[in-house]
């Protein structure tokens, strides 16, 4: 099955997360779940124009998060949609020079009014491709999306803000105490994203990410189970060298197919690629092999246009494909890095996210993925995990004036010790 460009750009980036949510006002601290009155559109009425608009923004984020964090040791692995979604929850409620930063940044070219329908029928789509996959009886695809969002007992969220995110993102607002217990709220969250992804994704939020500041968490989790289409043949798979990109070489278990298959292959100027569909033909994964030596040049130059046109070139070919087995962890604390991809408001004291309570008291405090992938001779499981925390600023105070217009004493000291240095008195500042 040959899949077409739109599909693969929802696809060939592997395994998808995704976000959904929505939260309500707080009036009562007895309730578990605080539910907008909105019900979630079903059925968007969203052009496909706007819909590929979505995907290519999207991709354009997945790839410069690539090379935002290529120069870091060891393997990758993250979900970028989950991670955009995640975001646009945020963005959903921010205004003036945050909002600007993180459109940018986050590649959201559509305007407000047409990116959170957009969402939310791309979710539409992976939902139903979710329920096709129970068709296999011997061999499921799996495709399971949970969200929630944590929000603070009595606190108050403008209700337009919350309205948007119930009928674009449909969830609801789970209840916490974050004030008086940040450490049972962060275990209560972290316990939810491991059910939902069937123990794959262990402690998202590390201990500390959330204190008594916190406001709001936006969670998300995904798992992915799925076979081959064309399995590899365990007793084939043997020990051989992997040579690594620093010109040094290790040992790994080398799966072989067990028959010749026909795959869809492209070899172009330094690479070759491959794609390997999943059962059903819904799902594939696309790896792209740069020639040996070339591997750090070439992933320099990777962006969504060029691994869009690597894959446009793949075609039906006879293939002996022998892939490495693997299975491995990503963890990542992402406030730094998209500060430093252009959206630094948004994680400081200042930040405008008044479209979420009416205030400028917010700001997010992090953001935390993580993501699990084992490839083995029969298939992929895979699974990922997003939470945005949002935080409470500095209480703002009204300031005590103070005009030093007479005599003072001042005192330097050692503030470790406490040692006195130095003592003063000002009588004239100008004798």
């Not at 993180?102 to 539409?124: G, K």
């Not at 329920?131 to 108050?156: C, M, T, V």
């Not at 962006?303 to 299975?327: C, H, M, W, Y």
Request: contains cysteine; hydrophobic residues 45%; negative net charge.
């Amino acid at each position: 099955m040959r899949l077409n460009t739109k599909q693969r750009s929802l696809m060939a980036l592997g395994l998808v997360a995704l976000l959904l949510a929505s939260c309500s006002p707080l009036s009562t601290r007895a309730a578990d779940v605080a539910q907008s009155k909105l019900e979630r559109v079903a059925s968007p009425d969203v052009s496909a124009a706007d819909l590929e608009e979505l995907v290519e923004g999207n991709n354009a984020f997945a790839w410069d998060l690539y090379q935002a964090w290529r120069e870091e040791n060891g393997n990758l692995f993250y979900s970028p949609y989950s991670i955009s979604v995640a975001l646009a929850m945020t963005y959903a409620g921010a205004r003036g020079e945050t909002e600007q930063q993180m459109r940018e940044t986050l590649s959201f070219l559509l305007p407000n009014e047409s990116l959170h329908p957009a969402f939310n029928s791309l979710d539409q789509q992976l939902s139903n491709l979710a329920e096709s996959g129970r068709d296999h009886e011997e061999e499921p695809f799996e495709l399971k999306i949970a969200n929630s969002i944590w929000g603070q007992s009595g606190y108050e969220w403008l209700p337009e803000f919350l309205d948007l995110l119930a009928e674009n993102y449909g969830a609801g607002l789970r209840l916490a105490d974050f004030i008086d217990d940040p450490e049972a709220a962060r275990q209560a969250i972290n316990r939810w994203v491991s059910d939902q992804t069937k123990d794959r994704i262990e402690d998202l939020i590390a201990e500390g990410l959330i204190d008594p500041s916190t406001r709001l968490v936006l969670a998300n989790a995904i798992y992915f189970k799925a076979a081959w289409q064309h399995p590899f043949e365990e007793s084939r798979t043997e020990d051989v060298p992997f040579y690594l990109a620093d010109g040094g070489e290790t040992t790994v278990p080398m799966m072989s197919m067990a028959t010749t298959g026909h795959l869809l292959y492209a070899a172009g100027d330094g690479y070759q690629a491959v794609q390997l569909p999943y059962e059903g033909g819904r799902v594939a994964m696309s790896i792209i092999v740069p020639d040996a030596g070339g591997f750090r040049q070439f992933e320099a130059g990777l962006t969504a246009n060029r691994v869009e046109a690597i894959l446009d070139g793949l075609e039906s070919q006879s293939v002996a494909l022998r892939l490495p087995k693997f299975e491995y962890e990503s963890s990542y604390q992402m406030s730094r890095t998209l500060a430093e991809m252009g959206m630094p408001a948004a994680f400081r004291a200042g930040a405008d996210l008044s479209g979420m309570d009416g205030t400028r008291d917010l700001f997010i405090s992090e953001v935390a993925h993580k993501a699990f992938v084992a490839v083995d001779e029969a298939g992929t499981e895979a699974a990922a995990a997003t939470a945005v925390m949002v935080a409470l600023s500095a209480m703002p105070t009204t300031p005590v004036e103070l005009t030093i217009d007479r005599p003072f004493v001042f005192v330097i000291r050692d503030i470790a010790t406490g040692s006195t240095l130095f003592v003063g008195r000002v009588l004239d500042p100008t004798s």
